[in-house]
């Protein structure tokens, strides 16, 4: 899969809590709706992604979208996180 060509639209949210963006990335063949972006829990104020999930009978968040490789997963996730980054730019340029 060449992680180059894909796009990814993102959804600004204004929320109190940690969740700051919603993604949606096509691949060219397909599209993947769902991804989180979300301010870490520790303080660093590092973004974080994770790819979509639906909870189960036993309240047990599981993943419905994974890559094979760790390599792919941080390349995708760094474009997710620099498209957020390019939003909210453009947001803030805006209010100038």
Request: include cysteine.
């Amino acid at each position: 899969m060449n992680l180059e060509k894909i796009k990814i639209k993102i959804k600004l949210l204004n929320r109190d809590d940690n969740l700051k963006g919603v993604a949606q990335i096509d691949f060219g063949d397909f599209q993947c709706k769902g991804f989180s972006i979300r301010v870490s829990k520790f303080g660093s104020g590092d973004l974080w992604v994770s790819p979509p999930t639906y909870q189960d009978s036993e309240d047990n968040w599981k993943k419905t979208f994974w890559l094979k490789s760790k390599s792919e997963w941080r390349l995708l996730k760094n474009k997710v996180i620099e498209a957020y980054e390019e939003k909210e730019f453009e947001k803030e340029a805006k209010q100038i």
